[in-house]
C-alpha cells in the first residue's frame, strides 16, 4: 500500500497551542505545536498553514476552514461536523476517530493520508485529488465522490451505503470487504472494480435485470 502517514520523530515534544484563534492571528503558520482542548463554531480563516501538529480533542462546527495546508499533521479524536475544507491540501496526514459528518473537501488535494475508524457521512470529495488515501473502517454513507482524479486510493472495512460516484473510474480499486448496498453509480465507473460474489447483487440495477 505503501501510504506514508505522519513523520513521528517530528511530532516528539510540541509546544502547546495555549489559543488557536489567537496565534493565528499573529502569524499564518501552526508549527510544532499540539492544539487540544479547543471548541469553536462558526468561525472562519484561511491560508494558515499547519506543519508538524497534532489537532486532538478539538471541535470545529459549522466553520469554514478553506485553502489552509496540512503538512505531517495528525488529527485525533476531532469534530469538524459541516464544515468546510475547501480548496485545502493535506499532506502527509491522518485522521484518527474523528467526525467530518457533512464536510466540505471540494477541490482539496491528499497526498499520502489515512482516515481511520471516523464517520465522514455525507462528505463531499468532488473534484478532490487523491493520491495514496487510505479508508480504513469508516463510514462513508450518502458521500460524494464526483469528477475525482484518484490514483492509488484504497477502502479498507468501509460502508460506502448510498454513495454517489460520478465520473470517478474505480478501476482496479478493492471493495470487496466494504459495503457497497445502494450506491449510486455509472456502469463506466464501476467497470474494473474488484468485488465479491455477494456485492454483485447491488449493482445488477446497472445492468436493469431483476432478480426474481
Known amino acids: 500500500m505503501n501510504i506514508l502517514k505522519p513523520q513521528e520523530n517530528l511530532l516528539n515534544n510540541l509546544i502547546k497551542c495555549e489559543n488557536l484563534l489567537s496565534e493565528i492571528e499573529k502569524e499564518n503558520i501552526i508549527e510544532n505545536k499540539i492544539v487540544e482542548n479547543f471548541q ?64 466540505n473537501f471540494i477541490e482539496a488535494r491528499f497526498y499520502n493520508v489515512c482516515f481511520e475508524n471516523s464517520n465522514l457521512n455525507y462528505i463531499n470529495l468532488s473534484n478532490a485529488t487523491m493520491e495514496k488515501v487510505l479508508f480504513n473502517d469508516n463510514l462513508l454513507r ?41 450506491i449510486a453509480i455509472s456502469l463506466e465507473d464501476i467497470k474494473g472494480a474488484i468485488i465479491n460474489q455477494f456485492q454483485a447483487t447491488d449493482l445488477l440495477y446497472l445492468l436493469g435485470v431483476k432478480i426474481k
Not at 46 to 53: G, H, K, M, S, V
Not at 157 to 164: E, G, P, R
Open 142 to 182: 450518502n458521500s460524494y465522490f464526483q469528477e475525482n482524479n484518484i490514483k492509488n486510493i484504497f477502502f479498507e472495512k468501509s460502508d460506502l451505503t448510498q454513495a454517489h460516484i460520478f465520473r470517478t473510474s474505480l478501476k482496479n480499486i478493492d471493495l470487496s470487504d466494504c459495503i457497497i448496498e445502494g
Open 40 to 103: 469553536y463554531e462558526n468561525i472562519d480563516f484561511n491560508d494558515i498553514e499547519f506543519e508538524n501538529a497534532v489537532l486532538k480533542d478539538i471541535a470545529i462546527l459549522n466553520s469554514h476552514l478553506d485553502k489552509n495546508t496540512f503538512k505531517n499533521v495528525k488529527f485525533i479524536n476531532c469534530n469538524f461536523s459541516n464544515t468546510s475544507f475547501e480548496n485545502c491540501t493535506f499532506i502527509r496526514c491522518e485522521f484518527n476517530n474523528c467526525k467530518l459528518t457533512g464536510g
